[in-house]
């Protein structure tokens, strides 16, 4: 699918379910040891009321690892060979401690023409994690990002579906990022390649935010040109 | 009712609202009664706190403060104007709104965390960052406010006062509504059929129950004018008559189309007809008018924007100018038939 506005960073809803099929397919195809993707519609709103994206994405009982060894690793001890093989999706049981889990949903905003990552932790029991809980969870940098922009950042709003609280991402900057990443891929690839591109790239960038790696592989197998190197190397 | 009176009209108006407090909480006979407060339409039920809670802060058990309302049961989202609230909740209106207020135990799992002024206050911030993104395509305008603009703006929406809020929004640049894209809220309840009047329709006792659509009208694409164009432009079967619907559901089902197959199911000459039902309204611009066009014909039973039932030929582009919450969102809400096709 061409997209109709690669240059702004946002998405059309059909560029949104294209883009998601995409991302669920490549994710398959990394052989990720996270369960897949997959594709919630949405219910069905009266009179014809048009959701032209249809549904959004869930990934869902992801359990949490803990973020401070991943820091240690991926920052500073260890060498590219061991950080490469962590392939970091993975789920390191605490063990001793109780080990959270989460479910990520990929909800498409028309208000901002973006995707937007909404996010809920769970005790093992399934009773949902307090705000301080989940905070606890986040990795360092963005812990300290939230202490210096409480209100706007990392905010508990109402699930646009199911009418109870999730965490999200604040999707107010999402479309001018967007459009510098993929402006680096604007002059290396085909057109149709900018959409089924947007959920990755999208991904790789949000998911760090919150501690879920994607699969190093992710980027590597959507990208055929060498503007994928430089693209890893500033997310 | 010119611009400027409408305006003043809007931010003025306030909900008489008696407050009890829940029986649980009660901790010495007799139990207090119930406060009695003005809660402004454009304003939050949290903000009204302070003016409550000293009627019973002697009788609350000990503990630390989770405050949250009630409606009849249904726990109320704080982060919804309260006249929006009023609209929706209370069919046939109550005077004065008889809430309960409860100080512990906050229902965290179907509420979002309530922390204190701060918590409304961005969420106030938010929307108007959410609308100025749907207006300008970027939210630049609020994101460059100063905090002393920012603070002032959220303090005359505290305290009603629109002169202050006029003053700091028009250096905001934020855009007018004239073409574009335009923020709405949507809030559906759907009632029965069977219903002859408001006071007869049960309370809502679940937000399951409340179709809440968050989309922007857009003006250019559709050609829209009037607050019916919008409405249609949202629910595009809203105003078909009850006759057409069933035909419609007949011809999708032959047909094996869904709601994607309405533009082939009709002809060009039921578009027509569809229209001019509408038309024999009366061509006035009267806000207050109570009568809503198609009432026998279509589903919509009732449509409240700022308590008022407007017209549905007045410009939507009036409607939304003067009739919106401060955070420069339109909310509307409607009481829609259950209809069998509609699930």
């Known amino acids: 699918m061409k997209m109709a506005s690669p240059c702004d960073g946002t998405l059309s809803p059909t560029e949104f379910k294209f883009a998601a099929e995409a991302l669920m397919k490549k994710w398959e195809e990394c052989k990720s040891i996270l369960h897949p993707w997959i594709w919630i519609p949405c219910p069905k709103l009266p009179f014809g009321a048009p959701d032209k994206a249809g549904g959004y994405l869930s990934l869902e009982h992801i359990h949490h690892f803990e973020f401070k060894k991943q820091q240690d690793c991926i920052e500073q001890k260890y060498s590219e060979e061991e950080v490469e093989a962590l392939d970091s999706a993975t789920l390191v049981l605490s063990g001793e401690n109780e080990t959270h889990y989460y479910n990520f949903h990929i909800i498409y905003s028309t208000s901002y023409k973006v995707p937007v990552l909404f996010f809920r932790g769970y005790h093992q029991g399934g009773q949902p994690l307090k705000c301080d809980e989940v905070e606890k969870d986040l990795p360092l940098y963005t812990s300290k990002l939230l202490e210096e922009s409480k209100w706007t950042f990392i905010t508990q709003e109402e699930h646009p579906y199911l009418n109870c609280p999730w965490f999200t991402l604040h999707p107010c900057g999402t479309s001018e990022w967007m459009r510098l990443l993929l402006q680096q891929r604007l002059y290396s690839s085909r057109p149709e390649d900018l959409c089924s591109h947007y959920l990755v790239a999208w991904f790789s960038v949000v998911g760090q935010v919150i501690g879920l790696w994607a699969p190093l592989n992710l980027v590597h197998c959507s990208s055929s040109s060498s503007s994928s190197d430089t693209f890893c190397s500033h997310t | ?343």
């Not at chain 2, 004239?178 to 009047?197: A, F, H, Q, W």
């Not at chain 2, 050609?223 to 629910?235: I, M, N, P, T």
């Not at chain 2, 008559?241 to 000459?269: H, N, Q, T, W, Y």
Request: hydrophobic share 35%; with cysteine; aromatic share 8%.
């Open chain 2, 1 to 343: 009712m010119d611009g400027s009176e409408a305006k003043k009209y809007v931010w003025e108006g306030a909900i008489p609202l008696q407050i009890h407090l829940h029986e649980s909480e009660v901790t010495t006979l007799p139990a207090p009664p119930p406060a009695l407060v003005l809660g402004p339409r454009n304003g939050y039920l949290p903000l009204l706190i302070p003016l409550i809670k000293p009627h019973f802060s002697s009788t609350l058990p000990p503990g630390l403060d989770t405050v949250w309302f009630d409606y009849k049961g249904l726990p109320l989202k704080w982060y919804i104007p309260t006249g929006v609230l009023f609209d929706l909740l209370c069919a046939e209106p109550e005077r004065p709104w008889n809430l309960t207020v409860h100080f512990r135990a906050y229902p965290s799992e179907t509420l979002s965390p309530y922390e204190g002024e701060d918590s409304v206050k961005w969420s106030f911030i938010n929307s108007l960052k959410e609308a100025a993104y749907i207006m300008n395509g970027n939210c630049k305008c609020v994101m460059n406010m100063s905090q002393p603009d920012q603070l002032m703006l959220w303090q005359s929406v505290v305290k009603g006062d629109l002169e202050c809020y006029t003053r700091i929004f028009s250096r905001l640049k934020f855009g007018t509504i004239g073409e574009g894209r335009i923020p709405v809220r949507l809030y559906l309840r759907i009632v029965s059929e069977k219903l002859n009047d408001l006071e007869d329709l049960p309370p809502i006792s679940s937000w399951d129950e409340i179709r809440y659509i968050n989309r922007p009208v857009e003006l250019q694409k559709y050609g829209v004018c009037s607050l019916r164009d919008a409405l249609e432009s949202l629910l595009p079967e809203l105003f078909m008559p009850k006759s057409s619907m069933r035909d419609l559901r007949m011809r999708e089902k032959e047909s094996g189309g869904g709601p994607s197959g309405i533009k082939s199911a009709l002809g060009p000459d039921d578009f027509e007809v569809i229209k001019n039902t509408g038309d024999e309204a009366e061509q006035t611009h009267n806000i207050a008018s109570t009568e809503v066009d198609s009432v026998e014909s279509s589903c919509l039973k009732l449509i409240r924007i700022q308590g008022i039932e407007p017209n549905l030929d007045l410009p939507f582009s009036w409607a939304a100018n003067h009739l919106k919450n401060p955070e420069h969102i339109l909310h509307i809400c409607l009481y829609i038939l259950n209809n069998e096709s509609q699930i």
